[in-house]
């Protein structure tokens, strides 16, 4: 079943002869468990593809329909509603709050959502313990490294128990070992939590740890790759399909 598609979807900036197409008639459709990798070269459309699916932004034409309910369809108060319930974001640079610890940053969202603060914080330290954060629960940002800002910030996605996380080049800031561990991370999400997660990424690397590419040029979907096997090869298998395609 489809937790996710989308309908011709279309993004247009701009009118008349300085008007950009950053979208051009996109249908995907993204099951419910699966993790999803959307690749291509610069400005394809990746980034907005994944604020259009997450309701960030509004699309020119075509629809994107989350759990049968289609997202133009509904009023301002319901779509913040579901981004705060169903829809969990990570962003490359962690989006952290410097002066809040560990916990307090990964409470927040079902903290303003009406949860209890010492509930909110009970919830949070229980998915900063799954992901290794036990001992660093009071620490703030600047007292973490890279890849441990970013798995508060994947625990900040997940607090409220969305079905869907959204993450846009989600290793672009951390090195290669806290890239890994972070693509592992979403597939942990995906494997043993059952969330969906849709991840833009321009590393074939991190791509191979997804079940399913989705190739983007020009915007408009041009290939689709399912990976059934995990192995040291699929990276090399999307790195050539990044070059046929023109990175």
């Not at 303003?112 to 949070?124: I, Q, Y």
């Not at 090195?175 to 833009?200: F, H």
């Amino acid at each position: 079943m489809s937790l996710i598609h989308t309908e011709n979807l279309t993004k247009i900036y701009g009118s008349g002869e300085t008007a950009v197409t950053a979208l051009d008639h996109v249908s995907i459709k993204v099951k419910e468990g699966e993790f999803v990798a959307v690749m291509g070269p610069s400005g394809c459309g990746k980034s907005t593809l994944l604020h259009l699916l997450g309701g960030l932004d509004s699309s020119s034409a075509g629809k994107v329909v989350i759990d049968g309910t289609s997202l133009a369809e509904m009023k301002d108060d319901d779509l913040t509603k579901l981004r705060r319930q169903k829809i969990g974001f990570v962003f490359q640079f962690y989006n952290l709050i410097p002066v809040l610890t560990a916990v307090e940053n990964a409470s927040l969202p079902i903290t303003l959502d009406g949860v209890r603060p010492a509930e909110a914080r009970k919830r949070a330290a229980e998915w900063l313990e799954r992901f290794e954060l036990g001992e660093r629960l009071n620490n703030r940002p600047d007292q973490l490294s890279g890849g441990q800002q970013q798995r508060v910030a994947v625990a900040r996605a997940l607090v409220a128990e969305p079905a869907l996380i959204l993450a846009d080049e989600p290793t672009g800031n951390l090195d290669t070992r806290s890239g890994d561990e972070i693509a592992s991370l979403l597939r942990e999400v995906t494997k043993k939590y059952g969330r969906t997660v849709i991840m833009v990424t321009h590393d074939p690397r991190i791509a191979a740890y997804a079940d399913r590419i989705i190739f983007l040029k020009d915007g408009k979907v041009i290939d689709e790759t399912i990976l059934e096997k995990k192995n040291g090869k699929n990276a090399d298998l999307l790195a050539g399909k990044m070059k046929e395609i023109g990175d």
